[in-house]
Each structure stands twice: as structure tokens, then as C-alpha cells.
């Protein structure tokens, strides 16, 4: 396999006694699941494999898959803790203003008032939006990934510009 893999997810439990699985993905996004065919696992043992998904829905805000192979409890638990992968070119194209994680990932990011504020280091998914975690010379700063606060993102520059209200960044001594 000479494609890249990307991380999209996580197994992180089974529902019900037919092999369902509850998929904890790294964005907030669940449609990305929803119209794929098949997807990789990279299983515990660090092996990857490819999986057909027989049957995709949203149960309680989580996303659950059938996978061919694994159509009982027994066996869909054989495969709790697996990384969700996707090759890169079945990802979807994104309108002008969204980035997948991969692109934001390790940018320097620069705040209006305080100037370079650290590097974009992870992407916590809540409930009401994505939330990066910047680290640096301020210590860890929790920016919500709303328009409000993110000004622009330069991938070729690796920069993001974000203004942030009085508050999200701590006070120097």
C-alpha cells in the first residue's frame, strides 16, 4: 500500500450483539463516514487492514459501523482500540475557508495584540465546535476554531492570525 493513511478516528467500543461499532472521529464531522465504502484499520497489533463498511448511522450523536468480517460482538470486540484510516485521496475537496487537520497541524500561530503565541499543536472536538490547542512560550492556550477568532490561516507561510478576546491568553507576569 503506497497511499498515504490518514488518522480519522478511533474504535472505541461495540453496541448491541451485532458487531456495531462506536467510532470516536477526530473532527466534529460525522458525513465523512457516512457515504464511505470501505476504510483501513490499523488493528491493536499495529497490522492495517482494509474494511468493507456493510451498514453506517448515527446513534445518540456517535457514529456506528458494520464492518464485513466482524458482524458479531465477538468479533467486533477483537478490534476496540483500532485507529480509523482513510487514504488520502478519498477525502473530500473543502470549500475555501476549512482545512483538514493535517494541513493545520504544527502552524505557528500569531495573535493580533500579543503577536507569536505558540505552535497549533492539537484539535479537541466538543459538542459546539472545535477547539485548538496551541502550546508555547504563554503555556497551553484552548482557541475556539470559530471565524470569531481565527483571522486566517496561510498553509504556504505556515502561519494561523487569530485576534483573541482579553481572557483566553494568560496574564504575563
Do not use: C
Request: aromatic share 4%; glycine share 8%; charged share 20%.
Amino acid at each position: 500500500m503506497t497511499e498515504p493513511l490518514l488518522d480519522i478516528g478511533a474504535v472505541v467500543g461495540t453496541h448491541g450483539l451485532r458487531g456495531d461499532l462506536k467510532i470516536r472521529l477526530n473532527s466534529g464531522d460525522p458525513d465523512l463516514l457516512m457515504t464511505l465504502k470501505q476504510v483501513y484499520l490499523r488493528l491493536p497489533s499495529d497490522d492495517i487492514r482494509r474494511v468493507t463498511i456493510t451498514r453506517q448511522f448515527l446513534h445518540k450523536g456517535r457514529v456506528l459501523l458494520r464492518l464485513q468480517g466482524y458482524e458479531s460482538i465477538h468479533l467486533a470486540e477483537q478490534i476496540v482500540g483500532s485507529q480509523v484510516l482513510l487514504a488520502e485521496n478519498m477525502l473530500p475537496d473543502l470549500s475555501d475557508d476549512e482545512y483538514y487537520w493535517r494541513q493545520l497541524d504544527g502552524l505557528q500561530v500569531i495573535d493580533r495584540q500579543h503577536g507569536e503565541i505558540g505552535t497549533l499543536q492539537d484539535l479537541l472536538s466538543t459538542a459546539a465546535h472545535d477547539t485548538y490547542v496551541v502550546r508555547g512560550h504563554l503555556g497551553e492556550i484552548l482557541i475556539p476554531a470559530v471565524h470569531q477568532f481565527v483571522s486566517s490561516v496561510d498553509l504556504q507561510a505556515g502561519i494561523m492570525q487569530v485576534d483573541l478576546p482579553d481572557g483566553l491568553i494568560p496574564e504575563q507576569q
